[in-house]
């Protein structure tokens, strides 16, 4: 049963190979569309990789600042829109300020 199968997958195979080809020859698919199609899609591939590479640096190049800024907003200093809301609360409500210490939860 497995030979009849096998002969049934290779005869569909063939047919599908040469209604392909037929079809090929049909539509007069030359090898200048072919070339020129390939060195469109090699196009698409290089400027992809050539904006990704820019992506990369530009990050690459803005992270110290940004870390630095980040730095800044975490320790209570000056951002872009003025004092962090964290230290500008504390110094108007002295109940929100921390309490250092250990603290035990009540189970």
Do not use: C
């Amino acid at each position: 049963m497995t030979a009849f199968r096998s002969q049934n997958t290779w005869q569909r195979t063939l047919d599908f190979k040469s209604h392909l080809h037929q079809k090929a020859q049909r539509s007069g698919a030359n090898p200048l569309k072919r070339a020129l199609m390939l060195l469109g899609v090699a196009a698409f591939v290089i400027f992809g990789l050539l904006v990704a590479a820019f992506v990369i640096v530009l990050g690459t190049l803005t992270a110290p600042f940004l870390k630095r800024r980040m730095q800044k907003a975490q320790q209570g200093g000056y951002t872009f829109e003025g004092r962090t809301e964290r230290t500008h609360a504390a110094h108007t409500d002295p109940s929100l300020n921390v309490i250092d210490g250990e603290f035990e939860t009540k189970r």
